[in-house]
C-alpha cells in the first residue's frame, strides 16, 4: 500500500505542491528534448535518402564541434571557422560517399550499418590524432550566444532559463523550418523526397543518386554542426558527447525512422519524460534512472505503434 | 591436389548428411583441435596464452552467441554485453553461496540464468523487428547495466562494488583467483568452447536450426508453414543469451579475476557485434574469424608500429590504430560484405578444383 502510494500519488502531490519545480523540470525536459531531436533528425536526413542506419552521427556531431574549437584555437577567426567546418563537414560527406556509400551500393542494410561503424572508429581516431583527446570549452562567446540565466517569479517561487536553452530551441526550431522549406520547394528538395521514396523510381527520371547522398550526408553534417555547438556551449566539447547520441536511438524509434516531425515529437517527449520520471519517481528506485528510461518509454510505445509515431505503416508480403 | 572428394562414396544417409562430409575436412579438423589442446599450450609463451588465446576464445564463445540470435534467427541484438554480465553476476552469486560448487558446473549454469533474462527481454521480439527491435534490445543493455550498479546484492554488499573472484580449483589444480596458471586457464576454456560450439553446431543443423532459419528468411513464411514464431524467437533469445552469459562468466573468472560493471557496457555489444558481422553472419566458424580479426588486429597493429622503431608517442599509436581498424572495417566489408568465412569458402572451392579451374 506504502509502494503504491509512492508510486501513483506521492508524486503528483509533489508536483502539486511545488508547480515552479515542475515548470522548471518540464523546461529542462524540452531543451534536452530538443537536442535529442536535433540529433535524430541527422539520423533521419540520412535514412530517408539512402536507406543507411547512420551510427556515425554521433561522433559527427563530436567531430564538428571539435574542428569548430580546434581551428579557432589556432586562431582563425571564429566566423571563419564556422565556414570552414562547414567545408570540412562538406568534404567528409563527400569523402564518404565515394569512398564507402558507392562500392557498398546495394548490400544489406546490416552491412551498412557496419560500415558506418568503421567510420566511427576513424572519426575518433582522426578527431583525437589532430585535437587531443581533452574536453574543449565551446567559443560561445565568439558565435555571439547568449549566456546567463533569466529568472522569473511563478507560483510563489522561481524559475530560471538559461538563455543558451532558449537560444538552442530557437536555433532548432529554424533549422527544422528551414529544412521543411528546403524539402518542400526547391528542386534538389524534391528529388530528395523522390529518393526516399524508391530509388529505382527515382534513377529512372534521372536522379543522380550519388549527388543526393552527398546532399544528404552534407545536410546531416551541417545538423550535427549545430548539434555539436549547442550541446558544447551547455556542457563541453568532449568524446563522452558521444554516448549522449545513443540517447536519439530511442527518439528515433518513437518517431519512426522516416519521420522528421516524429523525430521533433519523439524527442520532446523523451527529452520530458525522462527528466519528469528522474525527478518524480527516480529517488523510489534509487536514482540513476535516467540512463534506461527513455529506452522504455520508447519500448511501450512500440508495443502500440511497432513502426512509430509517425512512421510508414510496415506491410509485409509474402 | 590433396584436398579432392574424388572416391568417397557415401554409403548412408547419416554419411550423406555429415557436418563434414570430405575426409580432408575431418582430418583438418582433427589437426586443429590436437594444435589447439596439445601444441600451443606447450609452444606458446604465457603472455600470447593469456593476453591472446584465452580472450580470443571468450570473444569467439560470445560471437557464436550473437550469432545464433542475429545471423541465423535474424533478430538484431545491441544487448550482448549486459547478458554477459548477467552470466558473470550469477556465476559470482552461485560460487560464493556454494564455495564447494565445481566451478565449471558453476560456469555452465551461470548461462541457464542469463537465457532466463534474455528470453524475458526477448518478449518485445514479435511486435518489434529489424532496426527497431536493436533499440529495444538497447533497453536491456541499459537497464541491466543499471542493475549491476545499483543492486549491491549482486556483489554481496562489496564496498568496491566489483566482482572479485574468489579461488577455485578443479582436480587440486587452481583454475581462477591470481594463482592459476594461463595454461590451466586456457585449457579449461578451451574444452568448454570446444563442448559448446559442438553443441551449437548440432543444434543448428537439426531441427531447431532450421526453424531458427526459416524465420530469419522470412518470418511470415515460417509461419504459414507451420512454425511457431513466439516460441522460435524467444528459444533463439534464450540459447544466444545462454552462450554470452557462459562468455561472460568466463570472461570475468578465467581472464579479468576481477571486473567492474563498466566492462559490461554498450562498448562490449557493439564489438561483439562487430565480430560477428565482420566473421559472417549465420557461420559459426566465421564467429571466431571475426573474434580473431576484430580482436586480434589492434594488438598486431599495435605491435607492428612500435616494432617499425618509429618513434611516435604511445597516444598517437593509439589513434593510428583506431582509424586503421575503422578504415579496414570498410574495407574489408567492400571486399566480402559476406564475412572472412565466405572468404574460407570460397578458398575451399579454389582449391578442391585446383589446379584446373573451370
Known sequence: MNLLYAIFIDPFVQMGGAPDLLVQTLWEGLVAGVLYALIALGFVLIFKASGVFNFAQGIMVVFAALTLVGLHEKGVPAFLALAMTIAVMYGLAFAVERLMLRPLVNQPDIILFMATFGLTYFLIGLGELVFGGNPKVMIADALFLPKGAIEFKFAGGFVSLQKIDIAAAVIASIMVVALATFFQVTRIGRALRAVADSHKAALSVGISLEQIWVIVWFAAGVVALTTGIMWGARSEVSFSLQIVSLKALPVLILGGFTSIPGAIVGGLIIGIGEKIGEFYWGPLLGSGIESWLAYFIALVFLLFRPQGLFGEKIIERI | ?????????????????????????????????????????????????????????????????????????????????????????????????????????????????????????????????????????????????????????????????????????????????????????????????????????????????????????????????????????????????????????????????????????????????????????????????????????????????????????????????????GGLIVLFLIIEPHGLARLWQIGKQKLRVWPFPY
Open chain 2, 1 to 325: 591436389m590433396l584436398y579432392r572428394e574424388a572416391g568417397q562414396f557415401k554409403e548412408s544417409y547419416a554419411a550423406d548428411m555429415a557436418i563434414f562430409p570430405i575426409r580432408q575436412d575431418r582430418i583438418g579438423l582433427a589437426i586443429i583441435l590436437v594444435a589447439a589442446f596439445v601444441g600451443v599450450p606447450l609452444a606458446a609463451s604465457d603472455f600470447v596464452l593469456a593476453v591472446v588465446m584465452v580472450p580470443l576464445l571468450i570473444f569467439a564463445l560470445a560471437a557464436i552467441g550473437l550469432n545464433i540470435l542475429t545471423g541465423y534467427t535474424g533478430l538484431l541484438s545491441l544487448g550482448t554485453g549486459g547478458f554477459m554480465g548477467v552470466g558473470a553476476f550469477a556465476c559470482y552469486k552461485l560460487t560464493t553461496a556454494f564455495p564447494d560448487l565445481n566451478i565449471v558446473v558453476c560456469i555452465l549454469t551461470s548461462g541457464v540464468v542469463a537465457s532466463a533474462v534474455g528470453a524475458v527481454f526477448g518478449l518485445p521480439s514479435l511486435r518489434i523487428k529489424g532496426f527497431y527491435l536493436a533499440v529495444a534490445t538497447l533497453s536491456a543493455q541499459f537497464f541491466l547495466d543499471w542493475c549491476f550498479v545499483r543492486i549491491p546484492w549482486l556483489v554481496n554488499h562489496n564496498v568496491s562494488g566489483a566482482i572479485e573472484v574468489p579461488i577455485r580449483t578443479l582436480f587440486g589444480v587452481a583454475v581462477t583467483g591470481p594463482n592459476a596458471s594461463p595454461q590451466v586457464r586456457y585449457l579449461v576454456i578451451l574444452a568448454i568452447v570446444t563442448f559448446l560450439t559442438w553443441i551449437a553446431s548440432n543444434l543448428l543443423h537439426g531441427r531447431v536450426g532450421r526453424s531458427f532459419m526459416a524465420v530469419r528468411d522470412m518470418d511470415i513464411a515460417a509461419e504459414l508453414i507451420g512454425i511457431k514464431l513466439y516460441q522460435t524467437k524467444l528459444l533463439a533469445f534464450a540459447v544466444s543469451s545462454y552462450y554470452c552469459g557462459v562468455a561472460g562468466a568466463l570472461m570475468v573468472f578465467l581472464w579479468y579475476g576481477s571486473a567492474e560493471p563498466a566492462v559490461f557496457g554498450i562498448d562490449q555489444s557493439f564489438l561483439i557485434l562487430f565480430m560477428v558481422i565482420i566473421g559472417c553472419l549465420g557461420s559459426l566458424v566465421g564467429s571466431f574469424f571475426g573474434a580473431a580479426l576484430i580482436y586480434g588486429l589492434p594488438i598486431a597493429l599495435r605491435n607492428g608500429l612500435g616494432a617499425l622503431g618509429l618513434q611516435i608517442p604511445a597516444a598517437t599509436v593509439e589513434h593510428l590504430t583506431l582509424m586503421t581498424v
